[in-house]
């Protein structure tokens, strides 16, 4: 599917609402479902019906419940949450890989709750291009939820426990985010106290790559960028992309993508002109 445009997609919020309390002990019970697809956080701990009996979530469950599958919760004591209730040309749950109609716990629940105030915000606001920006919304909650699930999923599969997954993330954004700096292996490796060997190991498994070839990448990346500003050199480019060598710059350039620097800006300006 293509979602480039609101109007290719049949998407809407039916009603949401952010952080809503309901009365204490109080019970939804929709045998057929509600007709359409219903997100939930449980702020508290919830009763939530299942496999013919009540099982207790704890508090920030979350749940995905598909059109035409009962509904049927109640709260223990308080019964706090917040919501969507929307209808969807595309199935989310397989687009996004969010598991429908079964309780789980994505690690990142309060990004969560920040997508759905923003939603509800927007569908109340109804502003210009309002549908479009609730659907925007509705893919930012979607996206954040299956990322939440990795997190928890990469969490249990870190078999020491440390934290280690979530140190790698950090340190290959900052890698990332100051493409430009002389990173080498050594500063890599010292930053995790890891030896080289096992960071590399490690750096494998969570990112399916290797530091050499992601950096490299975001720094090809940004000279095709600067490669449009006719007012650069492509010495300085080099430079400004974290190559102090214009000769290993212009290498690695044209193996990637056929051409040295200088013949892509030349096929770049002849492109604009026609």
């Given at each position: 599917?293509?979602?480039?445009?609101?109007?290719?997609?049949?998407?809407?919020?039916?009603?949401c609402?952010?952080?809503?309390?309901?009365?204490?002990?109080?019970?939804?019970?929709?045998?057929?479902?509600?007709?359409?697809?219903l997100?939930?956080?449980f702020?508290?701990?919830?009763?939530?019906?299942?496999?013919?009996?009540?099982?207790?979530?704890?508090?920030?469950?979350?749940?995905?419940?598909?059109p035409?599958?009962?509904?049927?919760?109640?709260a223990?004591?308080?019964?706090?949450?917040?919501?969507?209730?929307?209808?969807?040309?595309?199935?989310?749950?397989?687009?996004?890989?969010?598991?429908?109609?079964?309780?789980?716990?994505?690690?990142?629940?309060?990004?969560?709750?920040?997508?759905?105030?923003?939603?509800?915000?927007?569908?109340?606001?109804?502003?210009?291009?309002?549908?479009?920006?609730?659907?925007?919304l509705?893919?930012?909650?979607?996206?954040?939820?299956?990322?939440?699930?990795?997190?928890?999923?990469?969490?249990g599969n870190?078999?020491?426990?440390?934290?280690?997954?979530?140190?790698?993330?950090?340190?290959r954004?900052e890698?990332?985010?100051?493409?430009?700096?002389?990173?080498?292996?050594?500063?890599l490796?010292?930053?995790?106290?890891?030896?080289?060997?096992q960071?590399?190991?490690?750096?494998?498994?969570?990112?399916?790559?290797?530091p050499?070839?992601?950096?490299?990448?975001?720094?090809?990346?940004?000279?095709?960028?600067?490669?449009?500003?006719?007012?650069?050199?492509?010495?300085?480019?080099?430079?400004?992309c974290?190559?102090?060598?214009?000769?290993?710059?212009?290498?690695?350039?044209?193996?990637?993508?056929?051409?040295?620097?200088?013949?892509?800006?030349?096929?770049?300006?002849?492109?604009?002109?026609?």
């Amino acid at each position: 599917m293509n979602f480039s445009t609101i109007s290719d997609v049949d998407f809407s919020i039916q009603f949401c609402e952010y952080n809503y309390s309901n009365p204490d002990y109080d019970q939804i019970y929709r045998p057929k479902g509600s007709g359409d697809y219903l997100f939930l956080l449980f702020k508290v701990p919830m009763k939530v019906y299942r496999d013919q009996k009540f099982h207790i979530s704890r508090e920030n469950a979350c749940i995905l419940y598909a059109p035409g599958c009962e509904q049927h919760y109640k709260a223990v004591q308080k019964f706090r949450n917040s919501y969507v209730h929307f209808s969807c040309q595309e199935d989310p749950g397989e687009r996004f890989g969010i598991p429908l109609n079964t309780v789980f716990y994505p690690g990142n629940y309060e990004d969560i709750d920040e997508c759905i105030r923003l939603l509800h915000k927007e569908h109340i606001s109804n502003d210009l291009f309002s549908d479009e920006y609730e659907y925007t919304l509705f893919r930012q909650l979607m996206i954040t939820v299956a990322r939440g699930l990795e997190t928890q999923q990469m969490r249990g599969n870190v078999a020491d426990g440390d934290g280690l997954y979530f140190e790698f993330r950090k340190l290959r954004l900052e890698m990332l985010t100051n493409y430009a700096k002389p990173w080498d292996t050594e500063e890599l490796c010292r930053q995790i106290n890891l030896e080289k060997s096992q960071f590399y190991a490690c750096y494998q498994k969570f990112f399916h790559s290797t530091p050499h070839a992601d950096l490299l990448q975001i720094r090809m990346d940004k000279a095709k960028n600067l490669l449009t500003n006719e007012a650069l050199t492509v010495q300085h480019i080099a430079q400004m992309c974290g190559f102090s060598d214009y000769s290993h710059f212009s290498r690695y350039f044209k193996k990637q993508t056929g051409c040295s620097p200088a013949q892509f800006r030349k096929r770049l300006m002849e492109t604009v002109t026609l």
